[in-house]
């Protein structure tokens, strides 16, 4: 079980300048554990679940971490989920606070699940992390997604990873 970090990512294998090619080992079927965890949250709007100001909205935090040296690109997660069709919430792993966003801290046990296929399938893949969260005798309370390229990205490396972390 992992404390207070996620699996290690692989930031060497990177064709596109952009986002690094996902190497989905080490994630599936991980159990991890967060004792005061600090997290940047950000929110995002949406219509009917897609985001509209999704990009600035990480523009702007991105500035801000950096700004503050609170992150190692190795260890830069964003656990995000929707909260309803009009907003969502995204949780950018740090090291430390960073001035004018809001901090909070996660605290508990989590599984991973890694899924591969379309964002339009999340809903799916959300139901299949309360199942395997049931199979275990749990309760997911939140399910997230680090979603590990963004749509260009995936496109050129013919795969879409999504990393479904369930709270338990």
């Known amino acids: 079980m992992h404390t ?19 190497h989905p080992e080490g994630w599936d079927n991980q159990e991890l554990h967060f004792k005061d965890k600090t997290f940047l949250r950000a929110t995002t709007r949406s219509a009917m679940h897609i985001p509209l100001n999704m990009g600035s909205v990480f523009t702007r935090v991105q ?64 139901h299949d992390m309360r199942i395997a969260a049931k199979a275990m005798g749990k309760e997911a309370k939140r399910v997230f997604f680090f979603y590990t390229t963004c749509p260009k990205c ?13 709270e338990l």
Do not use: Q
């Open 4 to 22: 207070n970090a996620f699996p290690p990512l692989n930031l060497s294998d990177n064709m596109t300048g952009c986002c690094p090619r996902f």
């Open 63 to 126: 500035g801000h971490i950096e700004d503050a040296s609170a992150a190692r690109p190795e260890t830069e997660v964003v656990l995000s989920r929707d909260t309803s069709a009009w907003e969502a919430e995204h949780f950018f792993a740090v090291d430390k606070d960073v001035p004018e966003e809001e901090m909070t801290r996660l605290s508990g046990d989590f599984i991973t699940r890694v899924f591969e296929g379309p964002y339009r399938r999340a809903k799916d893949f959300e």
């Open 154 to 166: 995936a496109k050129v490396y013919g795969e879409n990873y999504m990393v479904g972390v369930a």
